[in-house]
Protein backbone atom coordinates (compact mmCIF):
# COMPACT_ATOMS: atom_id res chain seq x y z
CA UNK A 1 0.00 0.00 0.00
CA UNK A 2 1.37 3.13 -0.79
CA UNK A 3 2.17 5.72 2.04
CA UNK A 4 0.05 8.73 1.88
CA UNK A 5 2.61 11.84 2.02
CA UNK A 6 -0.23 14.60 1.92
CA UNK A 7 -4.16 14.24 1.45
CA UNK A 8 -4.66 17.81 -0.03
CA UNK A 9 -3.88 19.94 -2.80
CA UNK A 10 -2.42 23.38 -2.31
CA UNK A 11 -5.97 25.18 -3.52
CA UNK A 12 -7.85 23.23 -1.28
CA UNK A 13 -5.83 23.90 1.70
CA UNK A 14 -5.20 27.54 0.95
CA UNK A 15 -9.10 28.47 0.56
CA UNK A 16 -9.99 26.53 4.06
CA UNK A 17 -7.47 28.18 6.05
CA UNK A 18 -8.31 31.72 4.70
CA UNK A 19 -11.82 31.22 4.37
CA UNK A 20 -13.86 33.55 7.19
CA UNK A 21 -13.42 32.99 10.71
CA UNK A 22 -16.25 32.08 12.66
CA UNK A 23 -17.40 32.65 16.21
CA UNK A 24 -16.49 29.75 18.60
CA UNK A 25 -18.12 29.03 22.07
CA UNK A 26 -16.81 31.14 25.06
CA UNK A 27 -13.63 29.82 27.42
CA UNK A 28 -12.57 31.90 30.14
CA UNK A 29 -9.17 33.45 29.52
CA UNK A 30 -6.99 35.74 31.20
CA UNK A 31 -7.02 39.12 29.36
CA UNK A 32 -3.69 40.94 29.68
CA UNK A 33 -1.51 42.55 26.40
CA UNK A 34 -1.23 40.54 23.62
CA UNK A 35 0.32 40.21 20.34
CA UNK A 36 -1.10 38.25 17.32
CA UNK A 37 0.62 37.37 13.83
CA UNK A 38 0.70 33.57 11.93
CA UNK A 39 2.94 31.03 11.50
CA UNK A 40 3.40 29.77 7.64
CA UNK A 41 2.10 26.45 7.45
CA UNK A 42 3.85 23.15 5.23
CA UNK A 43 2.72 20.25 4.48
CA UNK A 44 5.75 17.76 2.83
CA UNK A 45 7.37 20.14 0.56
CA UNK A 46 4.17 21.87 -0.13
CA UNK A 47 3.86 25.25 1.52
CA UNK A 48 0.41 26.86 2.10
CA UNK A 49 -1.10 29.73 3.95
CA UNK A 50 -0.53 30.98 7.32
CA UNK A 51 -2.70 29.90 11.27
CA UNK A 52 -3.53 32.84 13.01
CA UNK A 53 -1.72 32.86 16.62
CA UNK A 54 -1.44 34.85 19.67
CA UNK A 55 1.02 35.38 22.15
CA UNK A 56 0.65 36.22 26.11
CA UNK A 57 3.00 35.93 28.43
CA UNK A 58 5.78 34.36 26.46
CA UNK A 59 3.12 31.86 25.36
CA UNK A 60 1.87 31.29 21.93
CA UNK A 61 -1.64 29.72 21.03
CA UNK A 62 -2.93 28.86 17.43
CA UNK A 63 -6.36 29.36 16.19
CA UNK A 64 -8.67 25.73 16.79
CA UNK A 65 -11.23 26.72 14.05
CA UNK A 66 -7.86 26.92 11.42
CA UNK A 67 -6.34 23.51 12.87
CA UNK A 68 -9.47 21.85 12.39
CA UNK A 69 -9.49 22.88 9.01
CA UNK A 70 -6.06 21.02 8.39
CA UNK A 71 -7.12 17.91 9.83
CA UNK A 72 -10.79 17.87 7.69
CA UNK A 73 -8.50 18.43 4.80
CA UNK A 74 -6.47 15.67 5.73
CA UNK A 75 -9.12 13.12 6.27
CA UNK A 76 -10.05 13.39 9.75
CA UNK A 77 -13.42 14.92 11.17
CA UNK A 78 -12.74 17.59 13.68
CA UNK A 79 -15.57 20.16 15.16
CA UNK A 80 -15.66 22.49 18.10
CA UNK A 81 -18.96 22.64 20.03
CA UNK A 82 -18.93 24.26 24.00
CA UNK A 83 -15.29 24.33 24.21
CA UNK A 84 -15.04 20.34 23.35
CA UNK A 85 -12.32 19.35 20.68
CA UNK A 86 -13.89 16.33 18.77
CA UNK A 87 -11.46 14.45 16.18
CA UNK A 88 -12.35 11.20 14.78
CA UNK A 89 -10.29 9.09 12.52
CA UNK A 90 -11.65 6.49 9.43
CA UNK A 91 -11.58 3.18 10.87
CA UNK A 92 -8.95 1.91 9.57
CA UNK A 93 -6.43 4.87 10.62
CA UNK A 94 -4.64 4.86 13.74
CA UNK A 95 -5.03 7.18 17.20
CA UNK A 96 -3.48 7.52 20.28
CA UNK A 97 -6.18 7.29 22.71
CA UNK A 98 -4.58 7.12 25.67
CA UNK A 99 -5.57 9.19 28.85
CA UNK A 100 -3.66 12.22 29.15
CA UNK A 101 -3.21 15.11 31.33
CA UNK A 102 -6.41 16.41 33.32
CA UNK A 103 -5.69 19.63 33.98
CA UNK A 104 -9.00 21.76 35.87
CA UNK A 105 -10.60 23.99 33.49
CA UNK A 106 -10.09 24.83 29.64
CA UNK A 107 -11.16 22.67 27.08
CA UNK A 108 -12.81 18.84 26.48
CA UNK A 109 -10.47 16.87 23.95
CA UNK A 110 -12.49 13.67 22.55
CA UNK A 111 -10.19 11.30 20.09
CA UNK A 112 -12.74 8.61 18.08
CA UNK A 113 -15.24 9.06 20.87
CA UNK A 114 -12.74 8.87 23.89
CA UNK A 115 -12.32 11.43 26.34
CA UNK A 116 -8.77 11.76 27.09
CA UNK A 117 -8.10 15.20 28.39
CA UNK A 118 -8.02 19.02 29.42
CA UNK A 119 -6.35 21.56 27.64
CA UNK A 120 -5.66 24.85 28.45
CA UNK A 121 -7.56 27.77 26.08
CA UNK A 122 -8.02 31.19 25.67
CA UNK A 123 -10.30 33.05 23.75
CA UNK A 124 -9.33 36.08 21.64
CA UNK A 125 -10.28 38.29 18.63
CA UNK A 126 -7.72 38.84 15.88
CA UNK A 127 -7.68 42.00 14.18
CA UNK A 128 -10.03 42.12 11.44
CA UNK A 129 -12.13 38.66 12.77
CA UNK A 130 -15.64 39.10 12.87
CA UNK A 131 -15.69 37.84 16.31
CA UNK A 132 -13.96 35.77 19.09
CA UNK A 133 -12.00 33.08 18.65
CA UNK A 134 -10.90 29.85 20.50
CA UNK A 135 -6.64 29.26 20.99
CA UNK A 136 -4.86 26.77 22.35
CA UNK A 137 -0.85 26.18 22.96
CA UNK A 138 0.96 25.37 20.31
CA UNK A 139 2.96 22.63 21.89
CA UNK A 140 -0.47 21.13 23.07
CA UNK A 141 -1.18 21.14 18.94
CA UNK A 142 1.77 19.38 18.58
CA UNK A 143 1.11 16.96 21.31
CA UNK A 144 -2.58 16.05 19.79
CA UNK A 145 -1.48 16.02 16.31
CA UNK A 146 1.34 13.13 17.28
CA UNK A 147 -1.68 11.25 18.70
CA UNK A 148 -2.61 11.44 14.94
CA UNK A 149 0.28 10.10 13.72
CA UNK A 150 1.16 13.56 12.29
CA UNK A 151 5.01 14.73 13.34
CA UNK A 152 4.89 18.70 14.13
CA UNK A 153 7.89 20.83 13.93
CA UNK A 154 8.24 24.52 14.13
CA UNK A 155 10.97 25.83 12.36
CA UNK A 156 11.19 29.31 13.04
CA UNK A 157 7.84 31.25 11.48
CA UNK A 158 6.69 27.97 10.17
CA UNK A 159 4.77 24.82 11.09
CA UNK A 160 6.02 22.00 9.16
CA UNK A 161 3.20 18.96 9.37
CA UNK A 162 5.10 15.33 8.44
CA UNK A 163 1.64 12.93 7.02
CA UNK A 164 4.02 10.24 5.76
CA UNK A 165 2.92 7.88 8.97
CA UNK A 166 -0.95 8.72 7.64
CA UNK A 167 -2.20 5.50 5.80
CA UNK A 168 -4.90 5.33 2.95
CA UNK A 169 -8.07 5.06 4.55
CA UNK A 170 -9.35 1.15 3.33
CA UNK A 171 -13.34 1.46 1.82
CA UNK A 172 -16.31 0.12 3.13
CA UNK A 173 -15.26 0.75 6.48
CA UNK A 174 -13.14 -2.62 6.02
CA UNK A 175 -10.73 -3.11 9.00
CA UNK A 176 -6.74 -3.37 8.58
CA UNK A 177 -4.13 -5.72 10.17
CA UNK A 178 -3.76 -2.93 12.83
CA UNK A 179 -7.17 -2.92 13.60
CA UNK A 180 -7.46 -6.75 14.64
CA UNK A 181 -3.84 -6.53 16.73
CA UNK A 182 -5.48 -3.78 18.86
CA UNK A 183 -8.79 -4.70 19.88
CA UNK A 184 -7.75 -8.21 20.96
CA UNK A 185 -4.49 -6.58 22.82
CA UNK A 186 -6.57 -6.01 25.74
CA UNK A 187 -8.33 -9.79 26.17
CA UNK A 188 -4.90 -11.15 25.47
CA UNK A 189 -2.43 -9.21 27.73
CA UNK A 190 -0.38 -7.57 24.74
CA UNK A 191 1.38 -3.84 26.07
CA UNK A 192 2.68 -1.64 23.36
CA UNK A 193 6.48 -2.20 22.34
CA UNK A 194 8.86 0.69 23.36
CA UNK A 195 9.84 3.44 20.90
CA UNK A 196 12.49 2.66 18.55
CA UNK A 197 13.21 2.50 14.65
CA UNK A 198 10.90 1.10 11.82
CA UNK A 199 12.46 -1.43 9.77
CA UNK A 200 9.27 -0.91 7.50
CA UNK A 201 8.76 1.52 4.77
CA UNK A 202 4.91 1.77 5.26
CA UNK A 203 4.94 1.92 8.73
CA UNK A 204 6.75 4.95 10.52
CA UNK A 205 7.85 4.43 14.41
CA UNK A 206 5.11 8.07 14.94
CA UNK A 207 2.64 6.19 13.45
CA UNK A 208 0.33 5.40 16.93
CA UNK A 209 -0.11 1.70 15.22
CA UNK A 210 3.80 0.96 15.68
CA UNK A 211 3.49 -0.09 19.38
CA UNK A 212 1.04 -2.77 19.25
CA UNK A 213 1.56 -3.84 15.53
CA UNK A 214 6.16 -4.39 16.36
CA UNK A 215 4.68 -5.76 19.99
CA UNK A 216 2.94 -8.35 18.31
CA UNK A 217 5.53 -9.34 15.84
CA UNK A 218 7.54 -9.93 18.68
CA UNK A 219 5.18 -12.02 20.18
CA UNK A 220 4.47 -14.19 17.35
CA UNK A 221 1.45 -13.17 16.78
CA UNK A 222 1.56 -11.77 13.44
CA UNK A 223 4.47 -12.25 10.80
CA UNK A 224 5.15 -9.70 8.07
CA UNK A 225 5.00 -9.82 4.55
CA UNK A 226 8.71 -8.87 4.27
CA UNK A 227 11.15 -7.57 6.10
CA UNK A 228 10.74 -4.34 4.68
CA UNK A 229 6.55 -4.27 4.62
CA UNK A 230 4.90 -4.29 7.28
CA UNK A 231 1.05 -4.65 5.94
CA UNK A 232 -0.13 -2.86 8.78
CA UNK A 233 -2.39 -1.20 7.19
CA UNK A 234 -3.77 -4.04 4.67
CA UNK A 235 -7.07 -5.49 4.73
CA UNK A 236 -7.18 -8.15 7.26
CA UNK A 237 -9.59 -11.29 5.82
CA UNK A 238 -11.51 -13.77 8.58
CA UNK A 239 -8.91 -16.35 7.35
CA UNK A 240 -6.08 -13.94 8.38
CA UNK A 241 -7.87 -12.41 11.59
CA UNK A 242 -8.42 -16.33 12.56
CA UNK A 243 -4.71 -17.26 12.25
CA UNK A 244 -3.37 -14.17 14.32
CA UNK A 245 -5.48 -15.33 17.08
CA UNK A 246 -4.94 -19.01 16.64
CA UNK A 247 -0.98 -17.73 17.05
CA UNK A 248 -1.96 -15.40 19.59
CA UNK A 249 -3.50 -18.04 21.61
CA UNK A 250 0.07 -19.70 21.39
CA UNK A 251 -1.01 -22.50 18.96
CA UNK A 252 1.45 -23.90 17.33
CA UNK A 253 1.25 -25.03 13.68
CA UNK A 254 2.79 -28.59 14.72
CA UNK A 255 -0.20 -29.14 17.00
CA UNK A 256 -2.72 -27.61 14.35
CA UNK A 257 -4.05 -31.43 14.08
CA UNK A 258 -4.92 -31.68 17.51
CA UNK A 259 -7.54 -28.90 17.88
CA UNK A 260 -10.94 -28.76 17.47
CA UNK A 261 -11.04 -28.31 13.72
CA UNK A 262 -7.42 -28.91 12.36
CA UNK A 263 -7.06 -25.42 11.23
CA UNK A 264 -7.25 -22.00 11.78
CA UNK A 265 -10.36 -21.39 9.80
CA UNK A 266 -12.19 -24.72 10.66
CA UNK A 267 -10.77 -24.40 14.41
CA UNK A 268 -12.27 -20.45 14.69
CA UNK A 269 -15.79 -21.97 13.89
CA UNK A 270 -15.68 -25.31 15.54
CA UNK A 271 -15.32 -23.21 19.01
CA UNK A 272 -17.44 -20.70 18.06
CA UNK A 273 -15.56 -17.33 17.63
CA UNK A 274 -16.89 -16.74 13.89
CA UNK A 275 -20.38 -16.49 12.57
CA UNK A 276 -22.63 -18.82 11.29
CA UNK A 277 -22.54 -17.72 7.51
CA UNK A 278 -18.65 -15.93 7.93
CA UNK A 279 -17.07 -16.39 4.66
CA UNK A 280 -13.07 -16.85 5.46
CA UNK A 281 -12.16 -14.89 2.30
CA UNK A 282 -13.64 -12.02 2.40
CA UNK A 283 -11.85 -8.46 4.41
CA UNK A 284 -12.95 -8.33 7.52
CA UNK A 285 -15.47 -4.64 8.33
CA UNK A 286 -15.18 -2.68 11.48
CA UNK A 287 -18.66 -4.31 12.56
CA UNK A 288 -17.73 -7.74 11.94
CA UNK A 289 -14.22 -7.32 14.24
CA UNK A 290 -16.66 -6.77 16.87
CA UNK A 291 -18.22 -9.76 16.93
CA UNK A 292 -15.06 -11.27 16.77
CA UNK A 293 -13.51 -9.47 19.60
CA UNK A 294 -17.47 -9.79 21.97
CA UNK A 295 -16.81 -13.47 21.16
CA UNK A 296 -13.64 -13.67 22.36
CA UNK A 297 -13.84 -12.11 25.65
CA UNK A 298 -16.59 -14.26 26.29
CA UNK A 299 -14.50 -17.64 25.74
CA UNK A 300 -11.81 -16.51 27.40
CA UNK A 301 -14.21 -15.46 30.64
CA UNK A 302 -15.24 -18.49 30.31
CA UNK A 303 -18.84 -17.84 30.35
CA UNK A 304 -21.82 -15.85 27.95
CA UNK A 305 -24.98 -14.82 29.26
CA UNK A 306 -28.02 -15.83 27.89
CA UNK A 307 -30.35 -14.17 30.14
CA UNK A 308 -30.35 -12.27 33.76
CA UNK A 309 -30.46 -15.47 35.28
CA UNK A 310 -28.90 -17.65 33.09
CA UNK A 311 -25.25 -18.21 31.14
CA UNK A 312 -23.93 -20.87 28.81
CA UNK A 313 -20.30 -22.14 29.48
CA UNK A 314 -17.74 -21.33 27.14
CA UNK A 315 -14.55 -23.60 27.31
CA UNK A 316 -11.67 -21.44 27.09
CA UNK A 317 -9.21 -22.83 23.67
CA UNK A 318 -5.50 -23.74 24.23
CA UNK A 319 -2.90 -25.78 22.27
CA UNK A 320 -4.30 -28.76 23.11
CA UNK A 321 -1.75 -30.72 22.38
CA UNK A 322 0.66 -29.17 24.84
CA UNK A 323 -2.35 -28.67 27.63
CA UNK A 324 -3.90 -32.03 27.32
CA UNK A 325 -2.40 -34.65 24.89
CA UNK A 326 0.86 -35.23 26.49
CA UNK A 327 1.35 -37.61 29.21
CA UNK A 328 3.68 -37.96 31.79
CA UNK A 329 6.18 -39.03 28.82
CA UNK A 330 6.22 -36.58 26.88
CA UNK A 331 4.43 -39.23 24.14
CA UNK A 332 0.72 -38.48 22.77
CA UNK A 333 -1.89 -40.34 24.60
CA UNK A 334 -3.66 -40.71 20.80
CA UNK A 335 -2.56 -43.15 18.19
CA UNK A 336 -3.23 -40.63 15.51
CA UNK A 337 -3.64 -37.29 15.35
CA UNK A 338 -7.31 -37.80 13.96
CA UNK A 339 -8.23 -39.43 17.24
CA UNK A 340 -6.95 -36.70 19.03
CA UNK A 341 -9.01 -34.03 16.92
CA UNK A 342 -12.05 -36.07 17.61
CA UNK A 343 -11.35 -36.39 21.26
CA UNK A 344 -10.93 -32.71 21.90
CA UNK A 345 -13.89 -32.05 19.49
CA UNK A 346 -16.12 -33.97 22.08
CA UNK A 347 -13.97 -32.48 24.89
CA UNK A 348 -15.04 -28.81 23.31
CA UNK A 349 -18.61 -29.84 23.04
CA UNK A 350 -19.53 -30.89 26.21
CA UNK A 351 -19.06 -27.69 27.77
CA UNK A 352 -19.94 -25.89 25.78
CA UNK A 353 -23.46 -27.03 26.57
CA UNK A 354 -23.19 -26.82 30.07
CA UNK A 355 -25.13 -23.62 31.60
CA UNK A 356 -25.23 -22.28 35.09
CA UNK A 357 -28.94 -20.84 36.23
CA UNK A 358 -29.57 -18.61 39.17
CA UNK A 359 -33.35 -19.71 41.12
CA UNK A 360 -34.52 -18.94 44.37
CA UNK A 361 -31.32 -17.67 45.69
CA UNK A 362 -29.29 -20.80 44.70
CA UNK A 363 -26.55 -20.89 41.91
CA UNK A 364 -26.96 -24.24 39.91
CA UNK A 365 -24.92 -26.01 37.07
CA UNK A 366 -26.67 -27.80 34.31
CA UNK A 367 -25.15 -30.83 32.98
CA UNK A 368 -26.49 -31.77 29.70
CA UNK A 369 -27.20 -35.54 28.76
CA UNK A 370 -24.12 -38.01 28.11
CA UNK A 371 -24.50 -40.34 25.65
CA UNK A 372 -23.39 -43.64 27.03
CA UNK A 373 -19.67 -44.63 25.07
CA UNK A 374 -16.30 -43.72 26.03
CA UNK A 375 -17.03 -40.09 27.55
CA UNK A 376 -18.27 -39.38 30.62
CA UNK A 377 -18.60 -36.37 33.22
CA UNK A 378 -17.26 -35.71 36.96
CA UNK A 379 -18.45 -33.40 39.31
CA UNK A 380 -16.49 -32.74 42.31
CA UNK A 381 -16.15 -30.50 45.34
CA UNK A 382 -14.94 -30.01 48.59
CA UNK A 383 -17.54 -31.48 50.93
CA UNK A 384 -18.98 -33.71 48.16
CA UNK A 385 -21.41 -32.32 45.81
CA UNK A 386 -25.42 -32.24 45.96
CA UNK A 387 -27.89 -33.15 42.84
CA UNK A 388 -31.57 -33.60 41.53
CA UNK A 389 -31.95 -35.05 38.21
CA UNK A 390 -35.40 -34.18 37.73
CA UNK A 391 -37.13 -30.71 38.86
CA UNK A 392 -38.96 -31.63 41.92
CA UNK A 393 -37.23 -34.71 42.82
CA UNK A 394 -35.04 -35.22 45.98
CA UNK A 395 -31.29 -33.38 45.68
CA UNK A 396 -29.01 -36.12 46.73
CA UNK A 397 -25.65 -36.00 48.43
CA UNK A 398 -22.64 -37.82 47.24
CA UNK A 399 -18.81 -37.67 47.25
CA UNK A 400 -18.41 -36.92 43.43
CA UNK A 401 -20.58 -37.11 40.58
CA UNK A 402 -20.06 -39.63 37.20
CA UNK A 403 -22.50 -39.33 35.20
CA UNK A 404 -21.90 -43.11 34.12
CA UNK A 405 -23.47 -43.99 37.70
CA UNK A 406 -26.29 -41.48 37.28
CA UNK A 407 -29.53 -42.19 35.28
CA UNK A 408 -31.96 -39.45 34.26
CA UNK A 409 -35.63 -39.66 33.45
CA UNK A 410 -36.10 -38.74 29.70
CA UNK A 411 -37.99 -35.79 30.49
CA UNK A 412 -35.57 -35.03 33.60
CA UNK A 413 -32.87 -32.46 33.94
CA UNK A 414 -29.26 -33.24 36.37
CA UNK A 415 -28.60 -30.21 37.94
CA UNK A 416 -25.92 -30.01 40.69
CA UNK A 417 -25.87 -26.89 43.10
CA UNK A 418 -22.80 -24.64 43.20
CA UNK A 419 -21.51 -24.50 47.00
CA UNK A 420 -19.44 -21.53 48.21
CA UNK A 421 -16.37 -23.57 47.24
CA UNK A 422 -17.65 -24.16 43.97
CA UNK A 423 -17.62 -26.89 41.40
CA UNK A 424 -14.76 -28.41 39.62
CA UNK A 425 -16.11 -30.37 35.65
CA UNK A 426 -14.06 -32.46 34.26
CA UNK A 427 -14.67 -34.33 31.15
CA UNK A 428 -13.12 -38.15 30.60
CA UNK A 429 -12.28 -40.34 27.95
CA UNK A 430 -12.31 -44.36 28.70
CA UNK A 431 -9.10 -45.68 26.88
CA UNK A 432 -9.47 -49.80 27.51
CA UNK A 433 -6.11 -50.22 25.79
CA UNK A 434 -4.33 -48.49 28.33
CA UNK A 435 -6.12 -49.81 31.20
CA UNK A 436 -8.01 -46.10 32.30
CA UNK A 437 -9.45 -43.24 31.65
CA UNK A 438 -7.85 -39.65 30.48
CA UNK A 439 -9.38 -36.50 32.13
CA UNK A 440 -9.16 -34.30 28.53
CA UNK A 441 -10.38 -30.93 29.78
CA UNK A 442 -11.40 -29.08 33.58
CA UNK A 443 -12.94 -26.18 34.31
CA UNK A 444 -13.68 -24.22 37.64
CA UNK A 445 -16.62 -22.83 38.05
CA UNK A 446 -17.54 -20.40 41.38
CA UNK A 447 -20.03 -18.43 42.60
CA UNK A 448 -20.39 -15.03 44.68
CA UNK A 449 -21.21 -11.69 45.12
CA UNK A 450 -19.13 -10.59 41.93
CA UNK A 451 -20.74 -13.15 39.74
CA UNK A 452 -20.08 -15.99 37.73
CA UNK A 453 -16.23 -16.80 37.49
CA UNK A 454 -14.90 -20.00 35.18
CA UNK A 455 -11.44 -20.87 34.90
CA UNK A 456 -10.46 -23.55 32.70
CA UNK A 457 -7.76 -26.25 34.50
CA UNK A 458 -5.39 -27.61 32.36
CA UNK A 459 -5.41 -31.43 32.86
CA UNK A 460 -1.41 -31.76 33.91
CA UNK A 461 -2.39 -29.37 37.05
CA UNK A 462 -2.31 -30.34 40.55
CA UNK A 463 -5.30 -29.25 41.67
CA UNK A 464 -7.42 -31.58 40.09
CA UNK A 465 -9.73 -33.92 42.70
CA UNK A 466 -9.64 -37.63 42.31
CA UNK A 467 -11.35 -39.55 40.82
CA UNK A 468 -10.08 -39.01 37.43
CA UNK A 469 -6.81 -40.57 36.66
CA UNK A 470 -4.89 -39.63 33.67
CA UNK A 471 -2.98 -42.45 32.77
CA UNK A 472 0.74 -42.41 31.72
CA UNK A 473 2.96 -43.35 29.27
Known amino acids: MEVRKAWLGASALLAALSAPSVALAQIAGTVSHRS ?52 SAPVSVPVDTSPGPQDKGGAEVILDGTAIEHIPSTVATPPGASGPEAFIPISIAIELLARLGIAATVNGNTLNLDTSALPTPLPGNEVAVWNVIAALASDLGLSPAPAGSSPYADLKAQSP ?125 FASASDAEAAMQATYQFFNQLQVVRRSGEWLLVVPPVSQGFGFACVTSTGGVTYQTSAGKTWISAASLDTRDVRVPASGQLMVKIPPSGLVITWNQMMPSLGGTVALGAIDVQTGSSGLTVDRMNVDSPNLPPPITTVSG
Do not use: K
Open 36 to 87: FSSLRLSVGDTALGGIPTVTQDGQTDVAVWNLMQVLNQLGFTASWSNGVLSI
Open 209 to 333: AWGMVQAAIRAGWYQPPSPSESGAFQPITWAQAAQLVWSALGISAQDAAYQPGGSPTAWASAIGLVPDNWNPSSDMTAQELGILVSNLHDCLQGYVATSPTAWRIWYPPADEYEATLQSGGGQPL
